[in-house]
């Protein structure tokens, strides 16, 4: 099978392994970590790129390796048949199951975490507003405000329920065979500095294996047909469907 991927550059590094040692024709396509700050440029770049690719080769399959990410994929279509994860962002992906991520994060979706892509690729852990679970748009909670009060009474409101809240506890998702000497030590000392208790959790990366190299079960990949847009649903199951 030819495969067109598209993916987030936080994944870089497992991803061009799988890539190596999977049974497909896989052309990949990586954008610059942090995209989903601005959601809309994200989205038309990645629309753009979709388009011009499956213009440019006959491809039988296009991956997108992407979650929500701040509504980033929210509309996005493509002419031939796509697989994309049913995940909010890329904590799961990194966990590996969605159960992990639950009961990791599932009452804490503050914390901070980073893994080594994250460090690799420019993350700065005490910047404002760059982390994943920052983005509010993609929080079910948050969706619903907006569809009973509007776009900018739900953000008060969110405000107002949801400040900012500094965690006791930062985790580090650790990769193994993946992993970037000194990026667990680093991260460990950024933590401290601020007072906080480093948690280190063993990732996985058997969502993202399977990502690349299938079978795309329903449960855990949605599978969008030829011109259906991805929809988000905002629950932490099936997460997105199409439309």
């Known amino acids: 099978m030819r495969i067109k991927l598209i993916c987030c550059d936080v994944f870089l590094r497992p991803v061009s392994a799988f890539v190596a040692t999977s049974p497909h024709t896989i052309d990949v396509e990586y954008?610059?970590?942090?995209?989903?700050?601005?959601?809309?440029?994200?989205?038309?770049?990645?629309?753009?790129?979709?388009?011009?690719?499956?213009?440019?080769?006959?491809?039988?399959?296009?991956?997108?390796?992407?979650?929500?990410?701040?509504?980033?994929?929210?509309?996005?279509?493509?002419?031939?048949?796509?697989?994309?994860?049913?995940?909010?962002?890329?904590?799961?992906?990194?966990?590996?199951?969605?159960?992990?991520?639950?009961?990791?994060?599932?009452?804490?979706?503050?914390?901070?975490?980073?893994?080594?892509?994250?460090?690799?690729?420019?993350?700065?852990?005490?910047?404002?507003?760059?982390?994943?679970?920052?983005?509010?748009?993609?929080?079910?909670?948050?969706?619903?405000?907006?569809?009973?009060?509007?776009?900018?009474?739900?953000?008060?409101?969110?405000?107002?329920?949801?400040?900012?809240?500094?965690?006791?506890?930062?985790?580090?998702?650790?990769?193994n065979g993946f992993e970037i000497p000194g990026c667990e030590d680093n991260f460990r000392k950024i933590v401290e500095a601020q007072g906080k208790t480093l948690r280190v959790l063993e990732g996985d990366t058997t969502y993202l294996k399977d990502m690349i190299n299938g079978p795309w079960d329903s449960k855990r990949f949605l599978t969008v047909d030829p011109g259906k847009k991805i929809t988000a649903l905002y629950d932490m199951d099936q997460v997105i469907t199409q439309s």
């Open 31 to 175: 954008i610059p970590m942090l995209a989903h700050i601005k959601p809309d440029d994200l989205r038309a770049n990645i629309q753009t790129r979709i388009n011009t690719a499956v213009a440019a080769r006959n491809y039988d399959l296009l991956l997108l390796l992407y979650g929500l990410c701040g509504n980033a994929t929210v509309g996005i279509s493509c002419p031939i048949k796509m697989v994309v994860p049913r995940v909010h962002d890329c904590c799961t992906m990194f966990m590996g199951t969605k159960e992990k991520f639950i009961k990791e994060f599932g009452n804490n979706l503050s914390m901070r975490w980073c893994t080594s892509g994250y460090y690799e690729r420019g993350y700065v852990e005490n910047t404002p507003g760059t982390h994943p679970s920052q983005c509010r748009e993609t929080h079910p909670e948050y969706r619903a405000l907006v569809e009973q009060y509007g776009e900018d009474n739900a953000i008060y409101v969110w405000d107002t329920m949801h400040p900012q809240i500094e965690t006791p506890e930062a985790a580090y998702i650790k990769i």
